[in-house]
């Protein structure tokens, strides 16, 4: 019998795309340089490829911080501090909170039934602030962050600390939702806990063998929840 939701946060309840394009356009308008949609192509290429490396083991948010301007830069051919720049997008990002559609209302139908906890590899500020700025930061117990657990997802560790802080939960009583197949769906699987991928990018690809259930819409966890 599931008792909690675990619930992934960029682009599972944030539109994690939507956001980085909004600080991407605020820190180009501020400092000075003239923002193109090959900026957020490149962007999304890069930050995926880094993010991949992060949940490999094999690069830490701190590096990602030092390079990921320092590489979509050079590839775009603009000649800019891109550890200075970083400093300006992850101020706007922190503002951002352009939410998926059907957020806040599988959100408020979740809570009246779950404990309900997010779980994210983001910052803990930004995460925090962000879930605020969206109005939907109360509808949860828990924000748990790599940063603050210590582990990024997918290791085990990070959802093992989860289920402890939640109350020494078992993974059988627990449902892992996100659109990360490694991240959420096989580090989370290979806890046992019981997972669902939403499909948030519609590839409509058939259903991973580590997702329990498969959604591409928030609304299609009613069905099952």
């Known amino acids: 019998m599931i008792k909690a939701v675990l619930m992934d946060i960029d682009n599972t309840l944030l539109d994690f795309n939507e956001c980085a394009k909004y600080a991407m356009r605020c820190s180009f308008g501020e400092c000075g340089l003239e923002y193109t949609e090959r900026v957020a192509q490149t962007f999304f290429k890069i930050n995926t490829m ?37 400093k300006y997008f992850l101020k706007y990002l922190s503002r951002s909170f352009s939410t998926v559609e059907g957020a806040h209302d599988i959100l408020k ?47 085990k560790e990070f959802f093992m600390i989860c289920l402890e802080k939640m109350g020494n939960l078992l993974p059988s009583e627990t449902i892992m939702v996100g659109d990360s197949l490694n991240a959420d769906i096989v580090g989370a699987k290979n806890c046992g806990i019981v997972t669902c991928w939403f499909d948030y990018e519609q590839i409509n690809c058939p259903p991973p063998s580590h997702a329990d259930y498969t959604v591409n819409s928030l609304a299609q966890l009613k069905s099952f929840l």
């Open 50 to 86: 880094l993010w991949n490396d992060i949940e490999k083991g094999i690069l830490d948010k701190e590096g990602l911080y030092k390079v990921r301007w320092k590489y979509i830069f050079r590839e775009l051919g603009i000649n800019t501090d891109g550890e200075e720049f970083e």
């Open 109 to 155: 139908y979740l809570s009246g039934k779950y404990l309900l906890s997010a779980a994210s590899n983001g910052p803990q500020f930004e995460q925090d602030n962000r879930l605020k700025n969206a109005g939907i930061y109360d509808y949860f117990k828990n924000v748990f962050t790599s940063e603050a657990v210590g582990y990024p997802k997918p290791k």
